[in-house]
Each structure stands twice: as C-alpha cells, then as structure tokens.
C-alpha cells in the first residue's frame, strides 16, 4: 500500500488522527483520498461517487479537521434529503469526533416535534445535520444561529432536487455567511 493513501500522510488533527486507528481506518477510499487534501486546504469540493464509498467519513473529517469544540457555536451544517440519512450521517460524525471534547452534534429533521428539538437549541451545537425543511424552519424562529457558520455541506445534493428541496436549500444558503466552505456530495 503506497503511504499517499494513508489518512497519516494528511494534515489532520492527531485527535482525529488517533481516533481513526482506533475505529479501524487505515487507507483513505477513493473519494476520501480526491477530496480530504482540497478540503483541509480550505477549497470548496464538489464530489460524486457511489453508494458505499465513504463519502461520509470525506466530509465529516473535513468540516471536524477544523472545528473548534472550544467555542459553543455553530459551524457546521450537513443538510441531507432524509431523516434516516440525516441520523446515519450524524452517528458516522459522532464516531469520527469520538476524540474530541465536548462536541455537540444535533439532528434536526421534520417529521418528529419541535419542542424537544427547540430544549436541545438552548445551547449552539457545533454540528447540525438536518433536513432542508426542518433547518429553514429553526432559522425563521432564530433558534438556529449560523452568523458564525465555517462550513456547508450538502450530502445527496442531487437527490434532494429531486425531492424538492431547492427552495428550501436555496433559502437557506441566503442566510449563511457569504464566506464559507461549501462540500457538495452525491
Ligand atoms: P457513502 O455515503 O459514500 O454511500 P458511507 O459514508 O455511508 O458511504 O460509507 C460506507 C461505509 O464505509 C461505512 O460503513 C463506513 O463506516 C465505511 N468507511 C468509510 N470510510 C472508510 C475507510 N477509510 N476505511 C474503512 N471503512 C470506511
Ligand atoms: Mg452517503
């Protein structure tokens, strides 16, 4: 195995670094080994790659290489076109940040009530992944602060056009801060 596509061989946290070893990841897949370089880089990156390819670890490693679990705000969105995406992709996140303190991941999905999701708000969660519905309703009632949002990435953007979703993605991207990391993935 050539040591290119090693995650070492990346400028990555050793936290993250570490965690990685411990999960039983070891070489980069494909569309992690094209991408992961441009996004520790700070590029935008737009990919497309099968199912099964590990597109969550991509951008997950990307948007957490620079998180900073220090300060309670919000700075990452993932939106993807399903609860049951949105819940694989939040627990996949969660499992890459095992190393990291004190970070806060929250789901936000339609489908299910506001209240419990409004208590979670009370404190900014430093990741939120969600459904473009659900976020854009959270950000009409303010209870989700992006003014310091670093990163966005949109998980199976071409399959939440088909479902609809441009609007709402589009209304939502108004609100972000103009400069930002934009990861788009299908
Ligand atoms: P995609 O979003 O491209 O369909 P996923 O992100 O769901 O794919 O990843 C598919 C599977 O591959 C997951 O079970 C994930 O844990 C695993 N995986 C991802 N990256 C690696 C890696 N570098 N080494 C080993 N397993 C990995
Ligand atoms: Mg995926």
């Known amino acids: 195995m050539s040591d290119s596509i090693k995650f070492s061989s ?5 936290t993250l670094l570490g965690n990685l070893i411990d999960i039983g990841y070891q070489e980069m897949t494909l569309v992690q080994a094209e991408t992961l370089p441009q996004m520790i880089s700070g590029s935008d990156v737009l990919a497309r790659a099968k199912t099964g390819s590990g597109k ?15 300060s309670f705000r919000t700075q990452a969105l993932v939106l993807c076109p399903t609860r049951e995406l949105a819940d694989q992709v939040a627990k996949e996140i969660r499992r890459l940040a095992r190393g990291i ?7 936000l999905c339609g489908g ?6 409004l208590a979670s708000l009370q404190h900014s969660p430093h990741i939120i992944v969600g459904t473009p519905g659900r976020v854009l309703k959270h950000l009409a009632k303010e ?26 993605i589009k209304s939502i991207i ?3 801060p103009k400069k930002r990391q934009n990861l788009l993935f299908s």
Do not use: S, W, Y
Request: net charge negative; proline share 5%; charged share 25%.
């Open 10 to 14: 990346l400028d990555l946290q050793p």
């Open 56 to 70: 969550t670890a991509a951008f997950g490693l990307g948007l957490l290489n620079k998180l900073d679990a220090t």
């Open 101 to 107: 303190l004190n970070v806060k991941i929250l789901t």
């Open 112 to 117: 299910v009530p506001l209240r419990p999701q």
């Open 143 to 168: 209870t989700v602060k992006v003014k310091d949002l670093e990163t966005l990435v949109l998980d199976e953007a071409d399959r939440m056009l088909d479902m609809g979703f441009h609007d709402d």
């Open 174 to 176: 108004a609100q972000l």
